[in-house]
């Protein structure tokens, strides 16, 4: 895994590129290339995994059942960059859903930071006091930008 990597993005299921214009698209379609239904496109950068989740399929109670995919997309990174900028709504049960990913990156000696959560995202994860469990950031390059600035001890950073 070098950096010289494409950092484009691919679909989890078939591994293949996504056209950045599908990653724009508004409400639910399948991926271009395989067929099947996607939640989220995945990039990787160096060791650091990122995930943006698209619009549409997310909101039900079967995000739950969606960790173990998200877990398997993380794969060994370091780091799992959550990017939320395309959805226009999260759910209690997608923010558990993430919790226990990040439980579970944390296990294995990694790290979850959250990006890209604006407007209602962000009351939700505010008013299920998870924004002082996650590390949010404004964008994907400020999530990678923290990496490379030194920690604060215990703290979280919340930067908006
Ligand atoms: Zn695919």
Not at 66 to 81: F, T, W
Not at 115 to 142: H, N, P, Q, T
Not at 144 to 149: G, M, N, Q, T
Request: hydrophobic share 45%.
């Amino acid at each position: 895994m070098q950096a010289s990597q494409p950092e484009s993005y691919c679909c989890p299921i078939c591994r293949q590129e996504l056209p950045c214009t599908w990653l724009q698209r508004e409400g639910d379609s399948p991926c271009p290339r395989c067929g099947q239904p996607v939640w989220f496109a995945r990039k990787t950068v160096g060791d650091v995994v990122v995930l943006t989740f698209l619009p549409g399929l997310i909101g039900g109670a079967e995000a739950l059942h969606r960790a173990a995919g998200v877990l398997e997309a993380a794969g060994s990174a370091s780091l799992l960059i959550v990017n939320l900028a395309p959805m226009r709504f999260i759910t209690s049960v997608f923010l558990s859903m993430l919790v226990h990913v990040r439980q579970e990156m944390i296990a294995r000696g990694g790290a979850l930071k959250l990006c890209g959560a604006d407007g209602v995202a962000r009351e939700v994860i505010e008013a299920a006091c998870l924004d002082s469990v996650f590390e949010i950031y404004k964008d994907e390059a400020a999530a990678f930008r923290s990496c490379a600035a030194p920690r604060r001890d215990g703290f979280q950073q919340l930067l908006d």
